[in-house]
């Protein structure tokens, strides 16, 4: 069973940074491509990030371009989300999200990790 | 950026209807689309994926077609545990904007 498991939501400042990490199991990790999809409160979903099984390729929102960075360890299992420069408007709930094989259809999500960002 | 429209935004329904849901995009996608549910607090759920194919495990009353730019994802007879936000996504290629905004699915 597919089970992907994020984590590092926290409460953070505006200007400040924060780590996300996701652990995945139950499937062969360094075949799929992943992804972070973002949820505000109330609102709908966000494609955040994307990165090809090598890290060979990487998309990012223009709302998040600069500001954040994804990586990944196959060795680990473990997909990142660097953010730095944080803001109001990137408070929401972060889903760690698993492709199909050499798709982007995203056909596993986590449980999500809340990043609350607030003076 | 392919960008998804959805409709509608809310829809009210009984236990045994049938209900529709439509979702259109801004330039062809083939078939490469999804529909997920999503309940209150839960991540969302793949039910449809190639635009028709369903996702094993789903239940037959769930139901996807369309192609080229417009889809819709059809449930036969809606039950109680049906009650939820449904969203479409593109996977043709990446964007900020694959998901449509959603269509919540409530008690009429």
């Known amino acids: 069973e597919v089970q992907l498991v994020a984590s590092g939501g926290d409460l953070v400042q505006p200007g400040g940074s924060l780590r996300l990490s996701c652990a995945a199991s139950?499937?062969?990790?360094?075949?799929?491509?992943m992804n972070w999809v973002r949820q505000a409160p109330g609102k709908g979903l966000e494609w955040v990030s994307y990165i090809s099984t090598s890290s060979s390729t990487i998309y990012y929102a223009d709302s998040v371009q600069g500001r954040f960075t994804i990586s990944r360890d196959n060795a680990k299992n473990s997909l990142y989300l660097q953010m730095n420069s944080l803001r109001d408007e990137d408070t929401a709930v972060y889903y760690c999200?698993?492709?199909?094989?050499?798709?982007?259809?995203?056909?596993?999500w986590g449980r999500g990790t809340l990043v609350t960002v607030s003076s | 950026d392919i960008q998804m429209t959805q409709s509608p935004s809310t829809l009210s329904a009984s236990v045994g209807d049938r209900v529709t849901i439509t979702c259109r995009a801004s330039q062809s996608i083939s078939s490469w689309l999804a529909w997920y549910q999503q309940k209150p607090g839960k991540a969302p759920k793949l039910l449809i994926y190639k635009a028709s194919s369903l996702e094993s495990g789903v239940p037959s009353r769930f139901s996807g077609s369309g192609s080229g730019t417009e889809f819709t994802l059809s449930i036969s007879s809606l039950q109680p545990d049906d009650f939820a936000t449904y969203y479409c996504q593109q996977y043709k290629s990446y964007s900020p904007e694959a998901f449509g905004q959603g269509t919540k699915v409530e008690i009429k």
């Open positions: 139950g499937f062969t990790y360094s075949n799929y491509n």
């Open positions: 999200a698993k492709s199909g094989s050499g798709s982007y259809r995203i056909d596993s």
